[in-house]
Nanobody
Framework: QVQLVESGGGLVQAGGSLRLSCAAS????????MGWYRQAPGKQRELVAQ???????NYADSVKGRFTISRDNAKNSMYLQMNSLKPEDTAVYYC????????????????WGQGTLVTVHS
């Protein structure tokens, strides 16, 4: 019913920047909270940043001051600008969203993207 597709991952040198994008599509009535999570090899998935439909944001301490989350409600999209990247930022980054569907019976779903790999080398 609803899909999230991430893009923008890749290989970057430490100190560099990347911008991740997440596009939602499908039977969408509204998108509530959205967030970026990441999972490094051998580690649990962790929250990177969250943004509400009104634009309020929350960041993990490890990325504060370096990453900026934003969204474009008109495009059902979310972004993560990542600056001053460090090797420890290397992970698969996942888009997450809480969506109300536009189907006959409104349904609230938590949706995940397939992930995009970010690799930061020193």
């Amino acid at each position: 019913q609803v899909q999230l597709v991430e893009s923008g991952g890749g290989l970057v040198q430490a100190g560099g920047s990347l911008r991740l994008s997440c596009a939602a599509s499908g039977s969408i009535f509204s998108i509530n909270n959205m967030g970026w999570y990441r999972q490094a090899p051998g580690k649990q998935r962790e929250l990177v940043a969250q943004i509400t439909s009104g634009g309020s944001t929350n960041y993990a301490d490890s990325v504060k001051g370096r990453f900026t989350i934003s969204r474009d409600n008109a495009k059902n999209s979310m972004y993560l600008q990542m600056n001053s990247l460090k090797p420890e930022d290397t992970a698969v980054y996942y888009c997450n969203a809480f969506v109300t569907t536009s189907t006959l019976f409104r349904t609230n779903l938590e949706v995940w993207g397939q992930g995009t790999l970010v690799t930061v080398h020193s």
